[in-house]
């Protein structure tokens, strides 16, 4: 049984709060769960203190257990001093598509057939 410390989300349609839980990797987002060791706000403005509370002994225990942390539930973790969580990198994400770089070849053909054409 793989463990994660994950967001299991609640509160109203846009109005989002999410309590972080420790499940089992199987069961569903907002499904069954072993413990809830902290809640997210992502209403609260970023400086509030009450926008993510966690229970860092718990956690850190589960952790030892071999429960993993999910990308969103380590950027916490990383800011409160827990764990370290490296920075991704994906040089590829800023790269425009297949269809926008074909789209930008037929402007500069369209524009170089332009300004050649009125020359002669």
């Not at 999410?18 to 609260?44: C, Q």
Request: charged fraction near 35%; charge should be positive.
């Amino acid at each position: 049984m793989s463990l994660k410390i994950r967001l299991a989300r609640g509160g109203a349609k846009k109005r989002p709060f999410y309590s972080i839980v420790v499940a089992d990797s199987r069961s569903p987002r907002d499904g069954r769960f072993i413990e809830k060791v902290g809640t997210y706000n992502p209403i609260l403005k970023s400086e509030d203190p009450n926008r993510v509370t966690l229970k860092l002994d718990r956690i850190q225990e589960w952790m030892s257990k071999g429960a993993q942390p999910t990308d969103r539930v380590a950027r916490f973790l990383d800011q409160a001093g827990v764990m370290k969580r490296e920075a991704r990198n994906n040089p590829n994400k800023a790269k425009p598509g297949k269809k926008m770089t074909e789209r930008a070849e037929e402007r500069a053909q369209a524009a170089s057939a332009g300004e050649a054409a009125p020359e002669a």
